[in-house]
């Protein structure tokens, strides 16, 4: 069974960075596509980024290229969201998720397991 749990959220000024790991404490992590995803209040749940089971291929939505970077390290069972630049309209509460299947997704509905959240505030 997977479980996901994430961390290093924090309270960050704007321009600052911050780098987000999620950790699976299954045994199956190499098998799943991840993702990255953030929820502001009384917004929708937003696509941030996802990547492939080896790491091989990436996809980041357009208000995060070139600031936000997403990898993954198989052997310690942890996807990574390096965001740097950062602006006060990405605070949110941030989740990984995994899907099965080897293509990437932005849907939500697309992923079978979720973490707890991380909180990342910015101030301006």
């Known amino acids: 069974q997977a479980h996901f749990v994430e961390s290093g959220g924090g309270l960050v000024q704007a321009g600052g960075s911050l780098k987000l790991s999620c950790v699976d404490s299954?045994?199956?992590?190499?098998?799943?596509?991840m993702g990255w995803f953030r929820q502001a209040p009384g917004k929708e749940r937003e696509f941030v980024a996802a990547?492939?089971?080896?790491?091989?291929?990436?996809d980041l939505s357009s208000s995060v290229k070139g600031r936000f970077t997403i990898s993954r390290d198989n052997a310690k069972s942890t996807v990574y969201l390096q965001m740097n630049s950062l602006k006060p309209e990405d605070t949110a509460g941030y989740y990984c998720?995994?899907?099965?299947?080897?293509?990437?997704?932005?849907?939500?509905?697309?992923?079978?397991?979720w973490g707890q959240g991380t909180q990342v505030t910015v101030s301006s």
């Open positions: 990547i492939n089971w080896s790491g091989s291929i990436d």
């Open positions: 299954g045994r199956t992590f190499s098998r799943y596509g």
């Open positions: 998720a995994a899907r099965r299947g080897i293509m990437l997704a932005r849907s939500a509905a697309e992923f079978d397991y």
